[in-house]
């Protein structure tokens, strides 16, 4: 066997590098760099590690086998608008695919969208929150269906009523209590009841807005039922507006 020791290798012409017609073996425990680059025109086989410094940039397809491909990286950007989840050359069963998915790891806690093949769907370990749903709804669970009733027992007090939620408020009050809002949504309704608890006295911020602007006035008697309704007319940084009705002294 021959051996050539030297600092640099260049062609015959001197003008670049020399071509290894008939290729070249590196045996184990030595390697081989390059200060430029290094073209290889036919197959290559490496029967160790490979370790690239720098970036490296494949002309071709790039076939990966073996168990397992570890990406160390902060940033991955993949141009194909659909990414395959077990591609294999004979597609998994449901029963098969049970547990396929997307795991996010977490100190506290992983995150996964996977495939329930119990349930045959898709099922998130966390809350799944979107602006809008579409269908019909039938399948749902956990739903609150119906209108929100919303308490409070305020005694010489200002009680704010939640518009965001609940629909319905019941007020059992005592002493002079004075009524006002918070959130809302334009063109809901709302009803308030409210039930005096000994003698109480009913006052209403200016969010609400009465026929002909003139405030009812509420039976101050223990025992006395109201009912008030309004609808959401306007809020926002303009100053809510709540268009209001009331019926008084059901006792």
């Known amino acids: 066997m021959s051996r050539i020791r030297a600092d640099k290798l260049v062609n015959r012409a001197a003008t670049g590098a020399p071509q290894l017609t008939y290729g070249a073996e590196i045996p184990v425990g030595y390697g081989l760099t390059g200060a430029g680059n290094i073209n290889i025109g036919g197959n290559a086989t490496i029967g160790g590690d490979a370790n690239i410094i720098g970036n490296t940039v494949m002309y ?4 990966v086998e073996g168990t397992q491909t570890v990406l160390n990286t902060e940033v991955l950007d993949v141009e194909d608008k659909n990414i395959g989840i077990a591609s294999t050359a004979t597609k998994f069963s449901n029963s098969a695919l ?15 969208l996977t495939w ?22 039938s399948s749902l669970t956990g739903v609150v269906v119906g209108i929100l009733t919303e308490a409070a027992s305020p005694s010489n007090a200002t009680v704010t009523l939640d518009l965001s939620n609940a629909q319905d408020h019941k007020i059992t009050a005592t002493g002079i209590t004075t009524i006002t809002v918070s959130g809302g949504t334009e063109g809901e309704s709302h009803t308030v009841r409210v039930i005096n608890s000994g003698i109480a006295t009913i006052g209403f911020s200016t969010y609400f807005l009465w026929p002909s602007g003139a405030t009812p006035s509420l039976p101050t008697t223990s025992g006395a ?6 609808t959401v007319h306007r809020v926002g940084a303009a100053g809510t507006q709540l268009l209001a009705g009331a019926s008084v002294n059901f006792s």
């Open 225 to 230: 039922v109201s009912l008030i309704s309004f």
């Open 60 to 63: 071709g397809n790039l076939q």
């Open 98 to 112: 049970h547990g396929a998915g997307i795991t996010i790891y977490g100190s506290e806690g992983d995150k996964t």
């Open 116 to 137: 329930d093949n119990i349930n045959s769907r898709m099922a998130f370990s966390t809350d799944l929150y979107a602006p809008r749903f579409y269908g019909d709804g």
